[in-house]
């Protein structure tokens, strides 16, 4: 258990399917993360969340819709996805007023487009 | 953006053999942090690096902020089966807030008993 928890640990999704991920971190951080990790490429981040509020959208298509209600919580809503988009999706966690800048993952959703 | 390029890219070790890997960059990174992935699972912060010149241990562990700010090592001594995965390196420009990690590609680390 590593304080961010993330579901599914797997989804199978057609591109017509509408899908959400989630993750949830109980350890008092006020920023949340969305990373994309796909074989042979560095860890691509997509979206920062800090107080809530998003920061930084890194030219993520539209296709990838994400919602942060709390600073526990965090969701990306999937729908007409490509199957490039396969990937493991990586959601981390971070104080932001904090010398510490470890973020602490979530074990991640394995995500296959058919 | 910023690039962080990490090698090697895979190592073959024999078990009890000492590891050695590094990334660098053309921008200078405040935080140099290393972590490390199993299969199916998140990273896992190993060491974080503050100030340039820093060297830092965590058991076997040893690594480095260089002082040009643009590069920083690993080191593994005595390797062990457990020590097998990926290993990240990742920078921060920031000087704190949510600007969000650069990452290297990763070492790919496998042991042979």
């Known amino acids: 258990e590593t304080g961010v928890t993330q579901t599914p640990r797997h989804l199978v999704m057609g591109m017509t399917n509408k899908k959400s991920l989630k993750c949830e971190q109980h350890l008092g951080h006020n920023a949340m993360y969305w990373y994309k990790q796909s074989a042979k490429k560095p860890l691509e981040l997509m979206f920062v969340y800090n107080f809530k509020e998003q920061t930084e959208n890194n030219s993520v298509p539209s296709r990838f819709s994400p919602e942060c209600p709390n600073s526990s919580h965090l969701f990306l809503h999937l729908h007409t996805l490509q199957p490039e988009d396969s990937a493991l999706y990586l959601c981390?966690?971070?104080?932001?007023?904090?010398?510490?800048?470890?973020?602490?993952f979530g074990s991640g959703t394995r995500l296959t487009v058919v | 953006g910023q690039q962080l390029n990490q090698s090697p890219q895979s190592m073959f070790i024999q078990e009890g053999e000492d590891v050695s890997m590094n990334c660098t960059s053309s921008s200078i990174f405040n935080t140099w942090l290393w972590y490390k992935q199993d299969p199916g699972e998140g990273p896992v912060l190993l060491i974080a690096l503050y100030k340039a010149g820093e060297l830092t241990s965590n058991g076997r562990l040893t690594a480095q902020f260089g002082i040009t700010r643009k590069d920083s090592f690993l080191n593994i001594s005595a390797s062990i089966p457990s020590d097998v995965g990926i290993y990240f390196c990742?920078?921060?420009?920031?000087?704190?807030?949510?600007?969000?990690?650069?990452f290297g590609k990763g070492t790919h680390l496998i042991i042979q008993p």
């Open positions: 981390a966690s971070s104080h932001t007023d904090s010398a510490n800048y470890g973020y602490t």
């Open positions: 990742a920078g921060q420009l920031a000087g704190g807030g949510a600007d969000g990690l650069t």
